[in-house]
């Protein structure tokens, strides 16, 4: 399950609560009566922690785990690949951060700011928050996935080379990550600092996944790679710039073989197109 998942559904959780404020607001499988906690829903007064609860307050469940997601046409989806539901809209989701976590973020930006001047006597256009693979690369059961989705090291290479010098750019990495030289890469955050760090920057760039739910959370613009394995139509926000491969195969939502047409995507949708964008 992903964070981008589990803040989707924050926007439904926050209306229920306003309707039965009386009641506990867990996420889970309604028909298993399981709930699950995500740290995506830590300080957010309208989701109960399902791990603490109140045994004298009425507890409502959502209905929404990985075998019931509203972008996916679970009837015409195959054991290869999905099929998407692009009679679903997203709604911007909602993250509530700590106070220590609007602190370290302030101080991340401003070691940004050092890391600039050391090597810039001018003025930066603005502040970019970057992510260039998923934490699942590698990941036994969505490895393949992932890498039809990935755009490729040396496309985000080749885009961050183009615009490092006008742009402060804060990368996101993880254990997975080839970071990029020249760009200000803090270590040691997880996932929610890394999200008080977007709130401090003017844009997102990466690829879909859950950074771009945080972008649209965060009322943030963003610059997304959807390839041609989703589409921007089931699950990109309007006021985002959402790059994606218009082919007769799009959107392939393979998932169990490496895709021919999602290396296509990669080669079609070039450095020049994303900068554009992000100029723009």
């Given at each position: 399950m992903g964070y981008g998942d589990d803040l989707l559904i924050t926007d439904l959780a926050a209306k229920i609560k306003k309707k039965y404020p009386e009641r506990q607001i867990v996420i889970g499988n309604f028909a298993k009566k399981q709930a699950y906690h995500s740290i995506i829903y830590d300080n957010n007064p309208n989701i109960s922690?399902?791990?603490?609860?109140?045994?004298?307050?009425?507890?409502?469940i959502?209905?929404?785990?990985?075998?019931?997601?509203?972008?996916?046409?679970?009837?015409?989806?195959?054991?290869?690949?999905?099929?998407?539901?692009?009679?679903?809209?997203?709604?911007?989701?909602?993250?509530?951060?700590?106070?220590?976590?609007?602190?370290d973020a302030k101080r991340i930006l401003k070691e940004s700011k050092i890391f600039w001047k050391k090597t810039n006597n001018y003025q930066y256009k603005k502040i970019i928050?970057?992510?260039?693979?998923?934490?699942?690369?590698?990941?036994?059961?969505?490895?393949?996935?992932?890498?039809?989705?990935?755009?490729?090291?040396?496309?985000?290479?080749?885009?961050?080379?183009?615009?490092?010098?006008?742009?402060?750019?804060?990368?996101?990495?993880?254990?997975?990550?080839?970071?990029?030289?020249?760009v200000f890469a803090p270590k040691n955050i997880d996932f929610r600092l890394a999200c008080a760090i977007m709130n401090e920057c003017d844009m997102y760039i990466g690829p879909e996944g859950g950074f771009g739910h945080v972008a649209a959370a965060l009322k943030k613009k963003a610059v997304l790679y959807f390839g041609g394995w989703i589409s921007p139509n089931a699950i990109g926000y309007d006021f985002h710039e959402n790059i994606y491969f218009e082919n007769k195969n799009s959107p392939c939502g393979k998932y169990r073989d490496f895709c021919d047409h999602c290396n296509e995507a990669r080669k079609q949708i070039t450095v020049s197109i994303f900068e554009e964008k992000i100029r723009k």
């Open positions: 922690d399902c791990r603490n609860l109140d045994k004298n307050k009425p507890v409502h959502i209905d929404y785990h990985p075998g019931n997601r509203p972008y996916i046409d679970y009837d015409k989806s195959t054991v290869d690949n999905y099929v998407w539901n692009e009679n679903f809209k997203p709604i911007p989701g909602e993250i509530y951060f700590s106070e220590k976590e609007k602190t928050f970057l992510e260039t693979s998923s934490t699942k690369i590698n990941d036994k059961q969505f490895n393949i996935k992932h890498r039809n989705k990935d755009w490729g090291y040396e496309n985000w290479k080749n885009l961050i080379d183009n615009i490092k010098k006008d742009y402060l750019i804060i990368h996101s990495v993880h254990n997975k990550t080839k970071e990029i030289k020249g």
